[in-house]
């Protein structure tokens, strides 16, 4: 437990300290402070880790999984605030940061089915819903784009197309871990959930902040980054807890 308070009191102070460079000052002190911030949920995940002596294979593997995802998080905070400094290369800054986050959800979605498949017969059992989901995931994807575009006028221009494969694999990554968390029913997987959760509410600020013209907004930078941010060091604890 001492270990746990520590990374997330470490956590917390490089986040506080981030935001507040962000908000104040941006450019390149605001991609360090963000970088050192994104360090530390990683270095969380992996001093947790490291803590593991126990784990059977697919625990162990699933645990991995989250550090990969982790660190692709890092690496698309560093891309995506380099969009704002090198605003002459932000196309490939926006689009390499996103992907970047979209490697880490497909980590996350493998860590998710190796930790069920320690718990129960997956791919026995479980196959059907996670078709259903897929189809729950791409229309859901639909109706936000629907609601973006017509009701809070977002104008996703040419990263349209792009936006929505993003989104379709975010939304889904949120929806198999509520069923996940369903089916196994143990803490790590509810801790799953309400990080994935934070993660989709905070994208869905960010899609206001860069779509919508408001990337400066004080308000929506402080709220994107705090639920960002609680998701990432929240979905780091599931290895304490496995």
Request: glycine fraction near 6%; hydrophobic fraction near 60%; include cysteine.
């Amino acid at each position: 437990m001492f270990t746990l308070i520590l990374g997330l009191i470490i956590c917390v102070i490089t986040l506080s300290i981030f935001i507040s460079i962000r908000v104040k000052r941006g450019e390149l002190a605001g991609v360090f402070s963000k970088t050192v911030a994104s360090f530390a949920f990683v270095g969380f995940g992996l001093f947790l880790l490291a803590q593991k002596i126990n784990l059977n294979t697919y625990t162990m593997y699933a645990s991995v999984c989250i550090i990969l995802g982790l660190i692709c998080g890092l690496i698309g905070d560093i891309l995506l605030d380099l969009k704002v400094v090198y605003a002459f290369h932000k196309d490939k800054f926006l689009y390499a940061g996103m992907t970047s986050f979209l490697v880490g959800h497909i980590f996350y979605i493998i860590s998710m089915i190796l930790f069920a498949t320690n718990q129960v017969n997956f791919f026995a059992n479980h196959l059907l819903p996670f078709f259903l989901i897929l189809i729950g995931a791409g229309i859901l994807t639909t109706i936000v784009w629907l609601i973006s575009t017509k009701a809070l006028k977002l104008d996703y221009d040419k990263y349209t197309a792009f936006v929505n494969v993003y989104s379709f694999v975010l939304i889904f990554t949120t929806l198999l871990s509520v069923y996940m968390a369903c089916i196994v029913n143990i803490i790590p997987m509810y801790i799953l959930t309400v990080g994935f959760v934070l993660f989709l509410t905070s994208d869905l600020v960010l899609s206001m902040q860069y779509f919508g013209g408001k990337l400066m907004d004080k308000k929506l930078i402080v709220t994107n980054h705090l639920l960002y941010y609680f998701a990432q060091i929240i979905i780091a604890m599931f290895i304490y807890f496995v």
